[in-house]
């Protein structure tokens, strides 16, 4: 007798482990839907322009560039030699407001920051010499 209620209790015992794992995956769903709704929400990932800048001893080039609202690579050639990177800040009315910066390893002569840049005009400054600025328009 005991011989024929061994597979029945083996079927019994399978569903209530499978019962188990059925009710802590739905907690789980519920536990990250709620911690999804409360995370702050990041621009989305999309295409990303690069806009390149060369940096020279008497200023950088091209003096002005256009890129389109959202995710922008900033890639700097250093030509001089020496620069330390760009400052990248937004010019408002009268005043400016640090957007970001493009440092450059001691060595090397490239180097890239990926920036979320909204609508505005940027100045664009080497940082060895603030005097060598070019203009970035972020324009739809």
Do not use: C, H, W
């Amino acid at each position: 007798m005991q011989k024929k209620f061994r597979p029945l209790l083996f079927l019994f015992a399978a569903l209530v482990l499978s019962t188990i794992v059925v009710v802590a995956l739905l907690k789980v769903g519920e536990e990250s839907s709620v911690s999804a709704e409360s995370t702050p929400t990041f621009p989305i990932r999309g295409p990303v322009q690069v806009v390149r800048f060369a940096l020279y001893d008497i200023g950088i080039y091209p003096q002005e560039a256009r890129a389109k609202p959202g995710m922008i690579t900033i890639a700097i050639e250093d030509l001089s030699g020496n620069s330390s990177g760009l400052s990248i800040e937004r010019v408002e009315a009268a005043s400016r407001v640090p957007a970001g910066v493009v440092s450059k390893t001691t060595n090397g002569l490239r180097s890239r920051t990926e920036l979320f840049l909204p609508e505005g005009r940027y100045e664009v400054s080497d940082v060895t010499r603030p005097d060598n600025r070019a203009l970035l328009l972020v324009e739809p």
